[in-house]
């Protein structure tokens, strides 16, 4: 009798530890400086591309962002490209090649040949353009491969925009554009990128789409939903799940994530908060994003992890990471860290 009520009450309690949630992950910000920093991605080495606040001519009254790559708290100022004004980096792949597009100014009305053009740069290397295939006006890369040997994006043609890749030939500098199939008018402005690189997102023709490459240089196509404008992809990672936004109509965007077991499902906001954007996915599943107050409200935006169905705030990042935009499979994060603005007190108002 006693053996039995042992037995059922070991029994009784592994199926408490059984229905216990799993632990949360304790993740890592990386991030070159504590203030001024809008990273837009991260690799598996903690390298960080992004733009940072910065006094324009000395004058602290008039910023602009820089674009930087850091590598701990070591950051390098990203070129122009010869003929270009400005900057915009988007990827970095494990071995520190920064992809993104540049861009040139052009009078009112007039079409200019690569007006933006996909780069690349490295630190052995520096800044180089990627062209665009005849027939294309500008080019736009928006992601990378971990092994920095496949590139995604997108180009401007007469009207469309069309997804394409840039592929590495050997071991040299010379890149390969190739046209993604059926992705003929994209209606997003990133082509996400799984890490290995054979899986592709964006929105084609209203709806969500992945590419899956099945053999070498062949795509599956795959529309993830059949409702317009369910999600805007902005993650994907190497077993297809694929996270993003949707407008609600209501000024509001609501996270989204797509996988093959459950199909497409929005990950909710907490109470009290109104509006989420899912910005990457890492291999495990882990989402970011941000997460924001109704408009005119004091909840202000900030960056979120979702993982193992429960959403929950960055808090071990610290107050002002406000927005999570990339993850990676070592346990670190990256976004937008900037301080609380606060008013200066007024006359009659004591300072403290």
Not at 82 to 92: D, L
Not at 234 to 245: E, L, P, Q, S, Y
Not at 336 to 346: C, L, M
């Amino acid at each position: 009798m006693r053996l039995t009520f042992f037995a059922a009450a070991l029994v009784a309690l592994g199926s408490a530890f059984a229905e216990e949630p799993p632990k949360a992950t304790t993740y890592q910000l990386v991030t070159p400086l504590n203030e001024g920093i809008s990273a837009t991605a991260l690799n598996d080495r903690g390298d960080v591309v992004g733009f940072h606040w910065e006094p324009e001519n000395g004058n602290p009254d008039i910023l602009y962002e820089a674009p930087f790559f850091a590598r701990g708290k070591e950051m390098t100022r990203l070129p122009l490209l010869e003929g270009y004004t400005a900057t915009f980096p988007a990827g970095v792949s494990d071995d520190g090649l920064v992809v993104g597009r540049v861009a040139k100014p052009a009078p009112p009305g007039v079409r200019v040949h690569l007006r933006n053009q996909a780069f690349i740069w490295d630190a052995e290397r520096g800044i180089r353009g990627l062209g665009a295939p005849e027939g294309y006006l500008s080019s736009f890369a928006t992601g990378v491969s971990r092994d920095g040997r496949r590139i995604s994006g997108f180009l401007l043609g007469q009207p469309h925009l069309q997804g394409c890749l840039w592929e590495r030939s050997g071991e040299g500098d010379d890149w390969r554009a190739v046209i993604l199939p059926e992705a003929d008018n994209l209606g997003s402005n990133v082509v996400a990128i799984s890490p290995d690189g054979k899986r592709l997102a964006a929105v084609q023709n209203s709806f969500p789409t992945l590419w899956t490459e099945t053999e070498p240089g062949v795509w599956k196509r795959e529309t993830l939903s059949t409702d317009p404008g369910s999600l805007i992809p902005r993650g994907v990672n190497d077993a297809g799940v694929v996270v993003g936004h949707r407008e609600n109509g209501q000024g509001y965007t609501n996270a989204m994530m797509w996988t093959r077991e459950g199909g497409l499902k929005p990950i909710r906001a907490p109470e009290g908060f109104a509006g989420a954007r899912a910005e990457g996915v890492n291999s495990a599943g882990a989402v970011v994003g941000v997460i924001d107050g109704p408009h005119g409200s004091e909840i202000g935006p900030k960056a979120f992890v979702y993982e193992n169905g429960r959403l929950r705030t960055l808090d071990e990042c610290g107050p002002d990471f406000v927005w999570a935009t990339a993850i990676n499979d070592k346990g670190q994060v990256a976004g937008v860290v900037e301080k609380e603005e606060t008013e200066a007190p007024g006359k009659d108002e004591p300072k403290p």
